[in-house]
């Protein structure tokens, strides 16, 4: 008999950012975002031990707010685009909506890290965090 496999995801904290809606998230990092803290929750806080001030890392997060039964859409929200299916954009709309995020460590201060130029909204979960190798 084949054992049961659970894929509930936890998160492990939220973003803090001056983004409160989706209409004013930029589409990328580089494209204006602004710096954001990352909180992470107290029980898991001890994983951040080893991260450092300028290291690039991935933060993975849940996009709460997305449509969960978009395959196709047109890029960059452009009509001018053609449609095209969901895996082959960055589009947050999408079954599965992770978002995955490049950004620099800027300040860690206890279970908090603050990073640059994070797109993603105001309480958006947080389901990982991983270095760039």
Do not use: C
Request: net charge positive; charged share 25%; proline share 8%.
């Amino acid at each position: 008999m084949k054992k049961k496999v659970d894929y509930t995801l936890h998160p492990i904290g939220s973003v803090e950012s001056s983004i409160l809606n989706r209409e004013d998230a930029p589409s990328q990092g580089n494209e204006g975002a602004p710096d954001a803290w990352i909180s992470v929750n107290k029980n898991v806080a001890e994983g951040l031990d080893g991260i450092k001030v300028g290291e690039q890392l991935i933060i993975l997060t849940w996009f709460h707010q997305s449509k969960r039964d978009v395959l196709k859409l047109h890029p960059r929200w452009d009509k001018n685009n053609p449609l095209t299916g969901v895996f082959a954009t960055r589009s947050p709309d999408r079954p599965n909506p992770i978002g995955l995020h490049q950004v620099k460590v800027l300040q860690i201060k206890d279970n908090r890290i603050k990073v640059a130029s994070l797109e993603a909204i105001d309480g958006t979960p947080v389901i990982d965090i991983k270095p760039v190798i």
